[in-house]
């Protein structure tokens, strides 16, 4: 089964077959390929009373995604259902409210079937932090899915639900949609509210939605987006309805090609790949226009400083106090800190609150955090000068298909350096997408597609026009 | 401790178990020695990294905190008290009559 939430709204709609019964068949999906460990919670019953609700709710009249069903990030509170951050720390937290996408979600009439595995609080390319156990690749189980929405990325590609949820601080929607070869999009900064997403860095940290296609994508980012008094940094401007302005054609639209990402340290078979998606754009009426992103360079040193500076005061809160893990024995208050912390978090969180700690420690405070922001303002301009001359920017998502397991956690920077050409998009705090643009050694390439502030909607049309002519959204992995 | 500045470009700055150890507890992390030793392997392999910010010149950049400076508001400073205290606490390692409790801070 592959279907899409496109095929399945027009199902449902039509009466051609029930919400439930599309759940119960992920359920057994879900069950069949539970070696993947893309979930880390299935909530079987909750999801066929929901979908039996959904069911009820068709014949009063619904939305498009009424009944439709959908796997969350584990990242999103969920009220009254186990919400774990891939961490120790919150292997048993239960929150006490849903976060505005899951209810936006749910107003919208999507059925949750469960919360995906992710890198231990979204941090890390690879899904291997997660204290649930590392997540596998539909096409190869050998390999990575990516991180940290791995979960999300694998559930969609072995299609085990039509749609998800992830969250993109420095790629983490992009990378594993690439490396899975779905469709995953990251918001522009401040579209979708982060109320009640657990919190890594919050000036880089945006909620977006994975799965088959840019059309799908476009259903549920106009469920998601919209503005949310509970974010203090959630924007009020009008959503559009994603979903009606797909179809326009492309004849003149300026694609950037960025010279930078088109480089020396890409795998030379991906830039063929991605080459080949540019000439079919070209077919299409567009045209190509050499750009320069120079300071892109320096991006992972500063996401480096700057998302371990934000991620070291957020996990502040990780004390044993209010809620999550509690060590066993301690001495006196400083030591149940100490311990509760130690061993509640895994090494890649420890390490990056470290690092955090130490950028923002005193006397190195001018050295590290003041100038990483310095050289944010560059990497931003940098795109505003771009998008002088283009419409949409476009190169790989990531330098090198799905890695093997294993590969790349030995040296932290090694694994830093995979998300070269999406973490300055999330600095400029720009909407971007990967989407399946071919494959290499049976294995899926991602391009991307980064957009101007709050232009989802064209970025969105540009990748559904290439799907409408191609079919690599649409390839299955072997034995799925 | 060689600190990241212009003078120093692309040295690698070790940090010692000492320096490691001060970190950790303004993190309020607690170490053993073969993680001391550990962390300060990888710390400093990520401050090498980090250190190549410095071939950019920034003088007289403005530094940039958010991506959307201007659209930050107030709002009006009010009891929203959408969650109840029970229901707070239900999540709690530990409670009593209402409060949460942590080992006895002063004697």
């Known amino acids: 089964m592959t279907l899409t939430i496109t095929k399945i709204a027009e199902d449902l709609a039509a009466g051609r077959c029930s919400s439930r019964e599309i759940v119960d068949d992920l359920l057994v999906r879900i069950k069949a390929h539970s ?39 584990d990242i999103f509170c969920t009220s009254g259902v186990k919400t774990t951050c891939g961490s120790r720390m919150l292997a048993d937290f239960v929150p006490p409210y849903d976060a505005t996408v899951v209810e936006k979600m749910k107003a919208a009439g999507c059925v949750m079937v469960g919360k995906t595995n992710m890198d231990e609080f979204a941090m890390g390319s690879s899904n291997e932090t997660s204290f649930f156990g590392p997540v596998r690749n539909p096409w190869d189980p050998q390999r990575v899915p990516g991180g940290s929405s791995g979960g999300s990325a694998a559930a969609v590609a072995a299609r085990l639900v039509p749609g998800a949820t992830g969250t993109d601080t420095g790629g983490s929607i992009r990378q594993p949609a690439a490396l899975c070869g779905i469709t995953g999009l990251k918001p522009s900064y401040g579209r979708v509210s982060r109320y009640g997403l657990i919190a890594f860095a919050s000036s880089l940290d945006q909620a977006g939605p994975l799965a088959q296609s840019a059309a799908d994508c476009a259903h549920l980012l106009s469920a998601m987006a919209g503005f949310d008094v509970r974010d ?54 567009a045209v190509l226009v050499d750009v320069s992103l120079p300071n892109s360079a320096h991006a992972v040193p500063c996401y480096y400083v700057l998302a371990p500076a934000e991620a070291s005061s957020n996990l502040a809160r990780y004390d044993g106090v209010r809620y999550g893990f509690r060590a066993a024995e301690y001495k006196d208050l400083e030591d149940m800190y100490k311990k509760t912390r130690s061993e509640g978090f895994g090494p890649e969180v420890k390490r990056r609150i470290m690092i955090g700690t130490y950028a923002l420690s005193a006397g190195y405070y001018d050295a590290y955090y003041l100038k990483a922001l310095k050289l944010r303002r560059l990497i931003a301009d940098d795109f505003a000068r771009a998008f002088e001359r283009c419409d949409v920017l476009a190169g790989p998502a990531s330098p090198s298909t799905a890695f093997a397991l294993g590969a790349k956690n030995t040296d932290p920077v090694s694994m ?59 390839r299955v992995p072997a034995g799925i | 401790m060689v600190a990241c500045n212009g003078s120093t470009l692309h040295r690698i700055p070790l940090l010692n178990a000492e320096e490691i150890e001060k970190v950790a507890h303004l993190a309020r992390l607690g170490l053993n020695r073969e993680e001391r030793e550990a962390y300060a392997l990888d710390l400093s392999r990520i401050l090498d990294l980090v250190s190549q910010m410095n071939a950019v010149a920034t003088d007289g950049v403005e530094p940039m905190t958010h991506p959307d400076e201007a659209g930050l508001r107030l709002r009006p400073d009010g009891v929203s008290g959408e969650i109840d205290r029970d229901r707070l606490l239900a999540i709690a390692p530990k409670t009593r009559d209402g409060l949460y409790l942590v080992p006895k801070v002063i004697e």
């Open chain 1, 35 to 73: 070696a993947l460990n893309a979930f880390i919670s299935v909530d079987e019953d909750a999801a066929r009373q929901g979908a039996e609700a959904a069911d009820r709710a068709r014949r009063a009249g619904a939305g498009v995604l009424a009944g439709v069903p959908i796997a969350h990030k």
């Open chain 1, 232 to 285: 203090a940094t959630s924007l009020d401007v009008p959503v559009p309805d994603y979903a009606a302005t797909l179809g326009k054609d492309l004849k003149g639209l300026r694609i950037g090609v960025v010279k930078e990402h088109f480089a020396q340290g890409v795998e030379p078979a991906v830039l063929d790949v991605l080459r080949e998606a540019l000439r079919e754009y070209e077919r299409q009426g």
């Open chain 1, 416 to 474: 830093y350096l995979n998300d070269i050409f999406t973490i300055p998009v999330n600095l400029a705090g720009l909407p971007a997408l990967s989407m399946p643009a071919g494959f290499v050694g049976g294995l899926p390439v991602g391009m991307q597609l980064i957009g101007r502030y709050l232009d989802e909607a064209r970025l969105l049309n540009v990748a559904h026009r290439f799907q409408e002519v191609t079919d690599w959204h649409a």
